[in-house]
T-cell receptor, first 110, second 119 residues
Framework: RKEVEQDPGPFNVPEGATVAFNCTYS??????FFWYRQDCRKEPKLLMS???SGNEDGRFTAQLNRASQYISLLIRDSKLSDSATYLC???????????FGGGTRLMVKP | GAVVSQHPSRVICKSGTSVKIECRSL??????MFWYRQFPKKSLMLMAT?????????EQGVEKDKFLINHASLTLSTLTVTSAHPEDSSFYIC???????????????FGPGTRLTVL
């Protein structure tokens, strides 16, 4: 079983749609969780950290369920510019080693 | 956010040559940097953890004699791919860890990546 698993997609949605991604992690000792966005042939960029209480940043909402060991990302009112691969990232090590999920590809269409 | 640079951004070399990639943290000091490799349509795979002033820690399956890492200062780590072969062609990305009051609160910032093509 992979440490961090994501549905690879692609998710094809129309502009304005709401889309949600889930991610599961296997290490119950994991402490920090993130969503990164990666555009084609570019480096990953931090989208948002995921806190236990859930957090929202504009159109993006992240949730953490420690009991079930999954993380979610909700994108509301999708924009064309949201098209990218979204990487679920888990920090299971105080040495800050990040473990990446395989990524979920999102394509927002006009 | 903090800025991490990589140089070169793209390199094409002949099989058997060595290629050095630099990773710099531009506005913060990074005691720890990480080197990742990403194959097309795949996620990032950690290759090694680079620690300033000490030896790098390599992940299982990564040859330390082939991928030489030097973390010479708090702002610079280098990855040298020795005797490169076509199967080493990949996207190499570094990240630097900005210390922010505790290991669980630290943030990693990624460099823009280096695309290596070995002919």
């Amino acid at each position: 079983r992979k440490e961090v698993e994501q549905d690879p997609g692609p998710f094809n949605v129309p502009e304005g749609a709401t889309v949600a991604f889930n991610c599961t992690y296997s290490n119950s000792a994991s402490q920090s969780f993130f969503w990164y966005r990666q555009d084609c042939r570019k480096e990953p960029k931090l989208l948002m950290s995921v806190y236990s209480s859930g957090n929202e940043d504009g159109r993006f909402t992240a949730q953490l369920n420690r009991a079930s060991q999954y993380i979610s990302l909700l994108i509301r009112d999708s924009k064309l510019s949201d098209s990218a691969t979204y990487l679920c990232v888990v920090n299971s090590d105080a040495g800050n080693m990040l473990t990446f999920g395989g990524g979920t590809r999102l394509m927002v269409k006009p | 956010g903090a800025v991490v640079s990589q140089h070169p951004s793209r390199v094409i070399c002949k099989s058997g040559t060595s290629v050095k990639i630099e990773c710099r943290s531009l506005d913060f000091q990074a005691t720890t940097m990480f080197w990742y490799r990403q194959f097309p349509k795949k996620s990032l795979m950690l290759m090694a953890t680079s620690n300033e002033g000490s030896k790098a820690t390599y992940e299982q399956g990564v040859e330390k004699d082939k991928f030489l890492i030097n973390h010479a200062s708090l702002t610079l780590s280098t990855l040298t791919v020795t005797s490169a072969h076509p199967e080493d062609s990949s996207f190499y990305i570094c990240s630097a860890r900005e210390v922010a009051g505790g290991p669980w609160r630290d943030t990693q910032y990624f460099g823009p990546g280096t695309r290596l093509t070995v002919l």
